[in-house]
């Protein structure tokens, strides 16, 4: 029997990338060869001749949907045109296992052979990929960043609270620099009824979860500072009454606990009426109960006096990883710009926008099952789906290119 010729997949990339070293060279695809010889990879030697099969059941079977050229033109269809070839092997067998739970692709291939999937895969895996979708992409407007949500949310708050949630009226808490899991338990806390306070609780009914975050993190990440209000106690006697406090509230009242608040800084006002609330139980909590009840109204202020002259310190909490800091972290995964060298990662470059923004969803509410992609999609908020989403759908996506090698010389 005559040996055909071997077609190897070659990644190829464009000037500029590693200092100009590879350009127009292209790269042959490092594969970790413990795993050649599995059925997976046997695509990666696929021939010619195989290629020209695959195009015949892409013919009848997917053009349909997908193009003969591999470039979807409906809503929902990925493009698959220079898809890397075994990435394109192992979803066509997870859709025939049902693993995607997506009923059209897994009609479509429930039947099929694996011979015909193999060569069905070389040939989208062969074609000239799409253009990045740049125009709707760009034009598609991009979502502001939780933090910028949750300032426009806040805007309503300030009038009250002082601007950036430094507080300018006596009796009006200062917010800034707090802590997201102690303020969104406070808000809960309104709304639920165990602080008994009509106001704020009219004030926050409206509030969506979605808000409330946006906000809490708004207010955790501007630069901590004092109450600009008058604190009228003897803060030297303060700072002696607080010793029973430190263990809770930190140091100078500076908190290292998530959930228990920080008092450097704050309104006091505010304070002496919160040791009030404890004490008379319109502030439901039993481990503010006691010491609250110990300290009488002048303690009280001059508590109040010496923990509002403390300088207060920025909450712990990270900002946000911006589109383009993430998008660094995927592309350890899925090549620089989304165009993948490994070839059981998907290329994402110049993906259909819709497709890219559905499929974040799906892994991160686990309905297409992936290791790697549930972890990775956990952390990403509605903005970050879409800004990614537009990121890889605008990039260039690099082909796979054919290099017709002579067949291997055959021993006698
Ligand atoms: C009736 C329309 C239709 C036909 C016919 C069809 N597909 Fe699909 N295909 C889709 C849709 C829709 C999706 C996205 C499904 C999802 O989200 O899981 C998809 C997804 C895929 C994927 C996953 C791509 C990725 O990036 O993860 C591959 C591979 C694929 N199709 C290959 C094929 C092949 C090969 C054929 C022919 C044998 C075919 N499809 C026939 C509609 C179709
Ligand atoms: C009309 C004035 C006013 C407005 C507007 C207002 N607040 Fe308040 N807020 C208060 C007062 C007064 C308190 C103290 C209530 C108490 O004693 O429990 C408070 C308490 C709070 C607390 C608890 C602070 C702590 O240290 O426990 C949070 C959190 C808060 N407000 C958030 C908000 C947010 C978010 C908004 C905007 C959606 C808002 N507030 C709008 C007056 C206001
Ligand atoms: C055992 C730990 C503990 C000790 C001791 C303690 N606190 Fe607290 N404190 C808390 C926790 C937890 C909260 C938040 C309770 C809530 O959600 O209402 C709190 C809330 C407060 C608040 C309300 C702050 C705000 O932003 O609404 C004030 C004021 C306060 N404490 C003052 C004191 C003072 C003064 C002392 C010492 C006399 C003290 N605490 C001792 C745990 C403690
Ligand atoms: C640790 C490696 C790894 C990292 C990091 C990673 N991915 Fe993935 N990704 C994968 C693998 C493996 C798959 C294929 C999983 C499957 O079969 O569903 C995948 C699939 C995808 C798909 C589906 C593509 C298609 O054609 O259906 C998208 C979209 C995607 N990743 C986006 C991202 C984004 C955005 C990030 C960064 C937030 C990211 N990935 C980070 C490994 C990774």
Known sequence: MKRSARIVFLTMFGAGLAGGLLASAGVAQTINLGAANSADFKI????????????????????????????????????????????????????????????????????????AIMKVAAYYASLEPADPSGGSAKSAPAKPSAVSVGKAAAAGCGGCHGEAGISKTPGMPNLIGMDPKYFIAAIKAYKGGQRKHDMMKTLVSGLSEADLNNIALYYALQKPGKAQTPAPGNAAAGKAAAAGCVGCHGEGGVSGSPTTPGLAGQDAQYFVDAMRAYKDGSRNDATMKGPATSIDETSARNLAAYYAGQAPQAAKVGKPLTVAEWAERCD?????????TDPRSPTLAAQRLDYLERVLHAYKKGERKSKEMAVMSEGLDDALVDGLAAHYARQKARGLAYLILPPPPVSK
């Open 44 to 115: 990666l030697y696929a021939t010619a001749q195989d290629v020209a099969e695959g195009k015949r059941v892409a013919e009848t079977m997917c053009a349909g949907c997908h193009g003969l050229n591999g470039i979807a033109k409906q809503k929902g269809v990925p493009h698959i045109a220079g898809q890397r070839a075994v990435y394109l092997h192992l979803e066509m067998k997870v859709y025939q296992a049902g693993g995607r739970g997506h009923k059209v692709m897994t009609n479509t291939v429930k039947y099929m052979n694996d011979d």
């Open 332 to 340: 350890r995964c899925h090549g620089i710009n989304g165009n993948s």
